[in-house]
Structure formats: structure tokens, C-alpha cells
């Protein structure tokens, strides 16, 4: 299977603190996402890096991605209590348009 | 903004039921997607659509269906629901194929006793 997997499962960390969550793929990309689910709804999509992109930034948002090492990483800056929510990571796997979802990270800001 | 409904936000079921979830984009996109979410498998995916009348099985489409009709609609059958298919139901759509960013709906939570 080509999901994904994010790591940590869950983080917990002090307003103001910075979050960092990892995703791991399987297979080679076109691209990665990075989405944002609050408690029982949908996904909001966040940020997407190419393939040929090393990091992209987006406002409090910091993405990598090591190809190489078929990795990625979010860095969410100067959290808030409303970063709470869980994040995901989505691939498209070189197949077209079927995505892969990892499995998610759930972080809490506390204030 | 695009808006991407779904007809119920909680829905209960009845084993043996036939089960219809629908979905809705305004944005004439023409890609749809139907998920399934589950605690530590994240989203899976059960089929999805690049056009209408047109569906592609995704990974987990055994005890489903689709239907696509009309481009902005989505519908996910589940011929006769078992617990197993208790679940957080996902739809979601983008422009075309050259597209990535999916817009997701807010989900139906289904639970089937």
C-alpha cells in the first residue's frame, strides 16, 4: 500500500511552542499535501509541495520534502489553541488522481 | 469558495439496510471522491469518479457502489449495511485531473446497528 504514515501519532505541546509532525511514503510522488481536520469534520487542504521542491512556506507553515528519503515534514510556528486539530498528509503516488492519506497526527495546543 | 455538501452529518442504520450517501459539489468539478475514515487507518479510499456516469474502484470498494449521474453529484450505496461499515464517510472533489487540492465535505457519521 502506498499510505502513508505520520509520526508522532499524537503531540501535545504549550501555546507559542513550535509543532513538528513527520509523514513517510512508500513509493515515488508527483507531489505532497498536507490537510487539517478539527474534531469530526472535513479536511481543509493546507499546503502542497512538488516533487522538485525542497521546502515551501505558507504564512505559520514550514513544509520539507526529502524525495530520497520518501519524507516530509510540517512545521506549524508560534501555535495557537485553534492548531488544534489533526494533520495529514496525502500523495498522489504517480498514479493520477488517487490520493493516499497517512494516518494522521492529532495535536493539542494547550493555552 | 467551493462548497461540498453531504446530505446528513449523522446517519443510523439498520443491519441489511440499503444506505444512500450523497454528495454534492457547486464548483462543475469533475473529479469526486468517496472515503472512509477509521481511528489509526486514516482516510481510505472507497471509489471515486472523473466524469460523469464514469467510477474507478479505489482500495476498499467491496460492499459499495457509487453513482454518478449528474456532475455535481456523488452517491455511495451500501447495498445492505453491516456494523463493519460503521464509520466517518468523506466526500471530496477536485477541478479535473491536472488538479491536487481535494475539497472535502463535512462528513456522515454512520453508524449501523
Known amino acids: 500500500s502506498q499510505q502513508g504514515e505520520e509520526d508522532p501519532q499524537a503531540l501535545s505541546i504549550q501555546e507559542g511552542e513550535n509543532a513538528t509532525m513527520n509523514c513517510s511514503y512508500k513509493?515515488?510522488?508527483?507531489?505532497l499535501q498536507w490537510y487539517r481536520q478539527n474534531s469530526g469534520r472535513g479536511l481543509v487542504h493546507l499546503i502542497l509541495?512538488?516533487?522538485?521542491?525542497r521546502e515551501k512556506h505558507s504564512g505559520r507553515l514550514r513544509v520539507t520534502l526529502d524525495t530520497s528519503k520518501k519524507s516530509s515534514s510540517l512545521l506549524i510556528t508560534a501555535s495557537r489553541a485553534a492548531d488544534t486539530a489533526s494533520y495529514f498528509c496525502?500523495?498522489?503516488?504517480?498514479?493520477?488522481?488517487?490520493?493516499?492519506f497517512g494516518t494522521g497526527t492529532s495535536l493539542t495546543v494547550i493555552p | 469558495d467551493v462548497k461540498v455538501t453531504q446530505s446528513s452529518r449523522y446517519l443510523v442504520k439498520r443491519t441489511g439496510e440499503k444506505v444512500f450517501l450523497e454528495c454534492v459539489q457547486d464548483m462543475d468539478h469533475e473529479n469526486m471522491f468517496w472515503y472512509r475514515q477509521d481511528p489509526g487507518l486514516g482516510l481510505r479510499l472507497i471509489y471515486f469518479?472523473?466524469?460523469?456516469?464514469?467510477?474507478e474502484k479505489g482500495d476498499i470498494p467491496e460492499g459499495y457502489s457509487v453513482s454518478r449521474e449528474k456532475k455535481e453529484r456523488f452517491s455511495l450505496i451500501l447495498e445492505s449495511a453491516s456494523t463493519n461499515q460503521t464509520s466517518m464517510y468523506l466526500c471530496a472533489s477536485i477541478p479535473g485531473p491536472s488538479s491536487y487540492e481535494q475539497y472535502f465535505g463535512p462528513g456522515t457519521r454512520l453508524t449501523v446497528t
Open positions: 513509493t515515488s510522488i508527483n507531489n
Open positions: 496525502a500523495t498522489d503516488a504517480n498514479t493520477g488522481n488517487q490520493f493516499y
Open positions: 509541495i512538488r516533487s522538485n521542491e
Open positions: 469518479s472523473y466524469d460523469v456516469k464514469m467510477k
